[in-house]
């Protein structure tokens, strides 16, 4: 018997380029999905975010996914199980599927950071979320709060303040 494994695309992007038509705006925040469900036959997806002032998501869980945090430059505060750290150029944190977490950008300067989560179908969640946004001077929670528990993530509080 012959065990066949899917093959999957080799591709480059360059600083500015994602794996979506055009950077996604989450709440203010610019994600570049740099490595999306599609290629990596749902293992992993990997996000670039450019986190201006204040902006993070709400307090909340993920019941699939495991997501890891690195900071490129600047500084966020980051809460995993109740547990807070400023994390600045170089600083990581890992939240595993059913952690409650968080981030925030408290600092005067846009933060830079990678995200990896695994498995992948997040980038699917976010790009949903981008449209939802899309045009909106603010978030619709309510519309946002059903979308995250058809993806599997429980809303617990808002954001870090």
């Not at 944190?93 to 179908?121: C, I, K, Y």
């Amino acid at each position: 018997m012959t065990t066949r494994t899917p093959t999957l695309a080799a591709f480059t992007l360059t600083s500015s380029e994602g794996r979506t038509p055009q950077p996604l705006n989450i709440h203010g925040a610019e994600l570049l999905v740099k490595l999306a469900d599609a290629d990596t036959h749902g293992a992993i997806a990997i996000f670039h975010e450019i986190a201006p002032r204040l902006s993070g998501p709400p307090l909340h869980r993920h019941t699939y996914e495991d997501e890891w945090f690195y900071v490129l430059n600047g500084e966020i505060t980051i809460e995993v199980d109740g547990v807070r750290s400023v994390l600045s150029k170089g600083g990581s944190a890992f939240a595993p599927r059913g952690t409650v977490h968080t981030f925030q950008n408290f600092s005067d300067s846009p933060a830079e950071m990678l995200a990896m989560v695994t498995p992948g179908r997040f980038n699917l969640f976010l790009e949903e979320v981008a449209s939802l946004d899309a045009g909106q001077s603010t978030p619709d929670v309510a519309a946002t709060e059903r979308l995250m528990n058809d993806y599997g993530l429980e809303l617990l509080g808002p954001p870090l303040s």
